[in-house]
Nanobody, 126 residues
Framework: VQLQASGGGLVQAGDCLRL?????????????MGWFRQSPGEEREFVSA????????YYTESVKGRFTISRDGAKNAVYLQMNSLKPEDTAVYYC????????????????????WGQGTQLTVSS
């Protein structure tokens, strides 16, 4: 699976933005798709994921109620709708695909994901 993330940019606090992840290869043979982010000097952290079989979604606590992950099977794409953006959301955002089954307790683990996109930069100014 090859992944291409896009949609990042420079926005102001309170703005909305949607990230897209276009998948090619065998995209929806994936078990789950996820979004992670990484700020300079920080570890890559989990943001959100969707388990494709049941459309079950997961979010890190700091984005619950503001971010929404969704998928479009016809377009082989996964999206991250981000509302009420905050400066602390500033990071490079990566989409990822899990190709192997994993217990749902590990949905936020980087090691559960096998393919990664190149990242798209989001900068939120205050």
């Amino acid at each position: 699976v090859q992944l291409q993330a896009s949609g990042g940019g420079l926005v102001q606090a309170g703005d909305c933005l949607r990230l897209s992840c276009a998948a090619s290869g065998r995209p929806f043979s994936s078990v789950a798709m996820g979004w992670f982010r990484q700020s300079p000097g920080e570890e890559r952290e989990f943001v959100s994921a969707i388990r494709l079989s049941a459309n079950t979604t997961y979010y890190t606590e700091s984005v619950k109620g503001r971010f929404t992950i969704s998928r479009d099977g016809a377009k082989n794409a996964v999206y991250l709708q981000m509302n009420s953006l905050k400066p602390e959301d500033t990071a490079v955002y990566y989409c990822a695909a899990a190709l192997r089954y994993f217990n749902s307790r590990y949905y936020s683990d980087i090691t559960s994901y096998d393919s990664w996109g190149q990242g798209t930069q989001l900068t939120v100014s205050s």
